[in-house]
């Protein structure tokens, strides 16, 4: 089993529903066998965007390209996509079997449907279960046989919409490892979609994080962790710290860098900036043993999340979020090093 992959291409595509705009002009370049995620809040265009790579939706403007091949104008059955929603979408009278075959009835393989439907549910792990009905499979099971079926007449591109989010915490993330094996095994390009930041951190290749129709930023998961190029990207991927202050440049003390100051206080950071910027310091950055650019906050609220605390804090009025290895209280002095900080100009 082997399918042809190809690159994807969205240029300008635009969306309208009566007066409210889904999409605002989405550019993204997919990879060939890449696994490519959709991230962003509800109702920031995610669907949507499948829907038109799939031929669900049409888009008002814009271009969409499987490799060389402009599929903008083309009916969902001659794109070659295989589709996995959310919600299983299994025929409930027909068998495991039978529902991974109708993936087969307009694409019959060259040998035997059953040979191939049984390498099928092999590949999702569900030898043996052909003959049961989907309501005697669990909810990642039937998961599982919606992925076997949209994989069935082997598509170029595989889309996948928030498949996992109907499943319980841990069979999600089971599963997510899952599907990301069977995408590599099979080098198939893939669009994924989601509105969990961790599971799109944990299975992307790369990701596009989406805001109000438009991509914020595209780049390979700890990349955009690391570096976010906007405060929305910077408060969505993870938790942050964004606070608004005035950047000096070549003041940065030891560190060369520049000096930050917010309110009163003035933070060094590592790089070269000037002017009005938001300063961001995740939370697992924020160290009450830190020797840098310290500051007296006091603990509101404790966590406790099984390997750290989730320690809440006041600074002046601000709210600070710390990941700490101890539930502290009271007043305490907290830290950071200049390069783990990201400033973003405003
Ligand atoms: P979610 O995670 O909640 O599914 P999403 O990011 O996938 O959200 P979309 O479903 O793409 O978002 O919706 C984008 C915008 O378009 C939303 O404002 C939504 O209300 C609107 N929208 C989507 N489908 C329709 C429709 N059929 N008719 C009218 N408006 C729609």
Redesign the pocket.
């Known amino acids: 089993m082997g399918a042809v992959t190809v690159t994807l291409h969205l240029d300008g595509v635009t969306k309208d529903?009566?007066d409210?705009t889904?999409l605002r002009g989405i550019d993204l370049d997919v990879e060939d066998g890449e696994f490519f995620t959709l991230v962003?809040p509800?109702?920031?265009?995610?669907?949507?965007t499948l829907r038109c790579i799939a031929g669900l939706e049409a888009p008002d403007s814009g271009t969409i390209r499987f490799g060389e091949r402009d599929v903008s104008g083309l009916p969902p059955e001659d794109r070659d996509v295989g589709v996995v929603f959310q919600h299983y979408a299994l025929f409930p009278t027909m068998t495991v079997r039978e529902n991974v075959a109708y993936g087969l009835q307009f694409d019959p393989p060259a040998g035997s449907v059953d040979e191939r439907v049984d390498e099928l549910l092999a590949l999702v792990d569900l030898s043996g279960m052909g003959e049961r009905m989907p309501d005697e499979l669990s909810g990642g099971q039937r998961q599982r046989v919606a992925l076997a079926r949209a994989l069935a007449p082997e598509p170029d591109v595989l889309l996948l919409d928030e498949p996992l989010s109907a499943l319980d915490a841990r069979l999600r993330e089971q599963l997510r490892l899952e599907v990301k094996r069977v995408q590599r095994e099979l080098g198939i390009t893939t669009v994924y979609?989601t509105?969990d930041q961790s599971e799109a951190l944990a299975v992307s290749d790369r990701l596009a994080v989406i805001h109000d129709g438009r991509v914020e930023q595209v780049g390979d998961p700890e990349s955009v962790y690391e570096s976010p190029a906007t405060r929305f990207v910077a408060e969505f991927l993870g938790e942050n710290n964004c606070l608004d202050g005035r950047a000096s440049r070549g003041v940065g003390g030891e560190t060369g860098g520049s000096v930050v100051t917010v309110g009163e206080r003035e933070f060094e950071v590592a790089g070269d900036h000037a002017g009005p910027v938001t300063l961001c310091v995740r939370p697992e950055s924020l160290d009450a043993d830190a020797s840098h650019n310290q500051f007296a906050a006091r603990v509101t609220d404790v966590e406790f999340l099984g390997d750290a605390y989730r320690v809440h804090f006041d600074w002046n009025g601000r709210p600070i979020l710390a990941r700490l290895d101890e539930p502290l209280s009271g007043s305490v002095t907290l830290g950071f090093a200049p390069d783990d900080a990201t400033v973003l100009e405003r």
Do not use: L, R
């Open positions: 529903y009566g409210a889904a962003g509800s109702g920031c265009g995610k669907t949507t979609v509105h």
